[in-house]
């Protein structure tokens, strides 16, 4: 595919992923050329809505309802005090556009839907705590063939897993969560959350994306677990469930 020139700006701004194999002048300009829904701009939303827009990702759709409270900054690093009280959408492209402003931001200050998923995106970030919010994504992604990336955190622990639905149609969300979504859902508004564990997730999360908007990532379904307090990783291998009602 043919892109148009980067300019003498963006060569510099973009000069480190010019410089890298496997990203390179092709690369950079696949970047600028996509489309990246974040749903949730929270503590890992933070990082990696900052690490997409520096990224140079061209179109980040920002979806989220909250506004910002006090009880957020100890985790949520794009917000400052002076942000209490406002819309994360609105706060969150303030930060972002300065940051790079090659690069175009819509803001939906509301909870993810059919409607918002139905824009185009290339991927989807699922950087929400409500399984609800992951099911909807999770299915609308998969019955559209759009790669879909889901994580959570809790205390000192934190998961990422990847979808590559565009291909690979062969597990899902669905096949992974055996709670029933009208049950208590464990989030870390009830048990807390370290700061720096959003930050190695959501980073995760951004360089998965990247990945797949360069066509190299290679684990769809394959689930990465990180223990912050002992050290530890863990990549687990899942299976689909034959009885998931979500892709079965
Ligand atoms: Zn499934």
């Not at 700006?9 to 000069?15: A, D, F, G, M």
């Not at 790079?100 to 824009?119: A, E, R």
């Not at 908007?213 to 050290?231: A, T, V």
């Amino acid at each position: 595919m043919a892109y148009a020139p980067l300019s003498n700006e963006q060569l510099l701004r973009y000069s480190r992923h010019l410089l890298m194999d496997g990203v390179g002048l092709d690369g950079q300009s696949q970047l600028m050329n996509s489309h990246v829904l974040i749903a949730g701009l929270g503590g890992l939303g933070s990082p990696v809505s900052s690490y997409l827009a520096a990224a140079g990702v061209g179109r980040l759709s920002l979806c989220d309802h909250d506004t910002v409270e006090l009880s957020n900054l100890q985790r949520q690093v794009i917000y400052t005090t002076a942000n209490i009280g406002q819309l994360k959408v609105d706060s969150a492209k303030e930060t972002l556009m300065p940051l790079n402003p090659n690069i175009i931001i819509d803001c939906y200050p509301q909870s993810v839907t059919k409607g918002i998923l139905n824009q185009g995106a290339d991927v989807v970030v699922d950087c929400t705590d409500n399984l609800d919010s992951k099911l909807l994504m999770n299915k609308f992604c998969y019955q559209n063939g759009i790669d879909y990336i889901s994580a959570s955190a809790m205390g000192w622990e934190g998961q990422v897993i990847g979808f590559d639905f565009k291909k690979n149609r062969t597990i899902c969300y669905g096949c992974i969560s055996n709670f029933d979504s009208k049950d208590q859902v464990l989030t870390c508004t009830n048990f807390g959350v370290l700061g720096p564990i959003l930050g190695v997730i959501g980073s995760l999360q951004a360089l998965t994306a990247i990945k797949m908007l360069l066509g190299k990532f290679n684990s769809h379904g394959e689930m990465q677990c990180y223990d912050g307090l002992n050290n530890r990783w863990l990549n687990l291998t899942l299976e689909r469930r034959k009885k998931c009602d979500q892709c079965g």
